[in-house]
């Protein structure tokens, strides 16, 4: 098992960055990779980040050249620093492990206002 708790969400102003993080605890030998995601009110869950063991990265279009995944594998953590946020990336933000198994964090709330 695998437990993911997300942090840093907020309220910021369009423009403004804000970096989140998530910290991976339990069986960590059984992640093959740790990304990001988002949910809007109304909408579907879409990827925003994700990032292999092996260091290859993904990201949504909607956020190339804003956003920056990174891992720590030292502190099995991985990070999303985001930057000159817009009010549509607006969302709750769900960290994911995945392996033989997908695990999913509690979200934290990004609010971006314009």
């Known amino acids: 098992q695998v437990q993911l708790v997300e942090s840093g969400g907020g309220l910021v102003q369009s423009g403004e960055s804000l970096r989140l993080a998530c910290a991976a605890s339990g069986i960590i030998s059984s992640i093959y990779g740790m990304g990001w995601y988002r949910q809007a009110p109304g909408k579907q869950r879409e990827l925003v980040a994700t990032?292999?063991?092996?260091?290859?990265?993904n990201y949504a279009d909607s956020v190339k050249g804003r956003f920056t995944i990174s891992r720590d594998n030292a502190k099995n953590t991985v990070s999303l620093q985001m930057n000159s946020l817009k009010p549509e990336d607006t969302a709750v933000y769900y960290c994911?492990?995945?392996?033989?198994?997908?695990?999913w964090g509690q979200g934290t709330r990004v609010t971006v206002s314009s």
């Open positions: 990032r292999t063991n092996g260091g290859t990265t």
């Open positions: 994911k492990a995945w392996g033989s198994l997908n695990y």
